[in-house]
């Protein structure tokens, strides 16, 4: 949440939606270092428009930016942009998230669609019964679900496999 003192970012200003600031933790390695280490970064987003989000992620990194349609769908290309294998292996930064579960997906269907920060907990085989807020802080127990954007989309295929023609 954003306190009295926080700056934002100039890019926020003139929008025609108020910007929204939070902490989140970040795991990696230290630039200065070496070391492997939580890191708290930052992230801003705003919505541009009723379609469109832009979301800016600020850490040891520097700035990654991207725009999608919701919140998970912009911090979605930020991680795949930060956890890109050909890249960096193991990936560079994770962003301790619960939009980062890899059983997490905003399908739309059971939270707000715009502007998207909930989205849905899917289990395949299993109809949708949690939501979770896509930039809340992993919690201890939550922290072995977290995954790469691969293992995301491989578990949002297995949930749908089920709607296949044949299935």
Same mark, same amino acid.
């Given at each position: 949440?954003?306190?009295? @003192?926080?700056?934002?970012p !100039?890019?926020?200003?003139?929008?025609? /939606?108020p910007?929204? @600031?939070?902490?989140v933790? *970040?795991?990696g390695e230290?630039p200065? @270092? #070496?070391?492997?280490?939580?890191?708290?970064g930052?992230?801003?987003?705003?919505?541009? &428009?009723?379609? !469109? %989000? &832009?979301?800016a =992620?600020?850490?040891?990194? #520097?700035?990654? &930016? @991207? &725009?999608?349609?919701?919140?998970f769908n912009?911090l979605?290309? %930020?991680?795949?942009? =930060?956890?890109d294998? !050909?890249? /960096?292996?193991?990936?560079?930064?994770?962003?301790?998230?619960?939009?980062?579960?890899r059983?997490v997906?905003?399908?739309?269907?059971?939270v707000? %669609? /715009?502007? #998207?920060?909930?989205?849905? $907990?899917?289990?395949?085989?299993?109809k949708?019964?949690?939501t979770?807020?896509?930039?809340a $802080? *992993? !919690?201890?127990h939550?922290?072995?679900?977290? #995954?790469?954007?691969?293992?995301?989309m491989a578990?949002?295929?297995?949930? /749908?496999d089920?709607?296949?023609?044949g299935?």
């Open positions: 949440m954003q306190t009295q @003192s926080e700056e934002m !100039e890019w926020t200003r003139g929008g025609e /939606f910007p929204v @600031s939070r902490q933790p *970040l795991y230290d200065a @270092s #070496g070391r492997e280490q939580v890191w708290v930052r992230v801003v987003w705003q919505a541009r &428009t009723m379609q !469109e %989000i &832009t979301m =992620l600020y850490g040891p990194f #520097g700035r990654r &930016t @991207s &725009t999608g349609d919701s919140v912009a979605w290309k %930020i991680r795949n942009e =930060l956890e294998l !050909e890249q /960096f292996a193991p990936p560079l930064w994770k962003v301790l998230v619960k939009g980062a579960r059983d997906w905003h399908v739309g269907h059971q707000s %669609i /715009f502007p #998207g920060d909930r989205a849905e $907990v899917l289990v395949p085989g299993e949708v019964t949690e979770v807020d896509v930039l $802080v *992993l !919690e201890p939550d922290t072995p679900k977290w #995954g790469l954007v691969e293992q995301q578990n949002c295929a297995a949930y /749908f089920r709607f296949a023609p299935s």
